[in-house]
C-alpha cells in the first residue's frame, strides 16, 4: 500500500463509519420498502380493481391518471427533499427555495392522490411564491458576479 492510499480495512472498523452505515440501512430499507407498495400499487390497483380506478374524477381524468400523476410528483418531491440537505450546505436562499418547492411537489402530490383541489391550489399558489424566491436567488447572484461583491443578502449557512 502506498502512503497516499487511505487503509480503507482500518476506515471500515471505525465506529464513526459503522454509524454511517447503520444510518444509511436505517433510511434505505423503509424507503426501499414504501416505494415498492407506492409504485406497485398502481398496477395492481388497475389490475384488480379497474372499476374503481376508472371512476371519472374531472372530464376524463380518472383515479388511475391521479395516482400515476401522484406518483411522479412525489418523486420530485423526494428528490427535491434531498435537495433542501445537500442545499443546508451552501446559502439561506438556495435551501429555502429548495424547502419550499418540496412543500410544493408534496402538496401537488397529495392534491392529485386525493383529488383534493384546494391542496393543488395551495400547491399552485405556494408555486408562484417559490418562482419569486428562484428569481431573487438568480438576481443575487447575477449582481454579485456582476459587482464583484454581495448587493442581495443570500448569507452562508456553512462555512467549512
Known sequence: M?????DWAAIERTPEFRALVR???AFIVPATLF????????????GYWPDLM?????????LAYLFALSQFLM????????MVI????TTAVLAFLFA???VVFFLLSFGALASDPDLTKAGGILGIATAAVAWYLCLA???????GRAILPNRPLFRG
Not at 35 to 44: D, E, M, N, Q, R
Not at 86 to 89: D, E, F, N, T
Open 100 to 102: 419550499v418547492l418540496a
Open 2 to 6: 502506498t502512503p497516499d492510499t487511505p
Open 86 to 89: 445537500a442545499a443546508l450546505r
Open 23 to 25: 444510518a444509511k440501512r
Open 141 to 147: 447572484g447575477v449582481m454579485a458576479s456582476t459587482f
Open 35 to 46: 416505494f415498492i407498495v407506492y409504485y406497485f400499487a398502481l398496477p395492481a390497483l388497475v
Open 54 to 62: 376508472s371512476t371519472r374524477v374531472a372530464g376524463h381524468i380518472n
Open 75 to 82: 418523486a420530485w418531491a423526494i428528490f427535491t427533499t434531498l
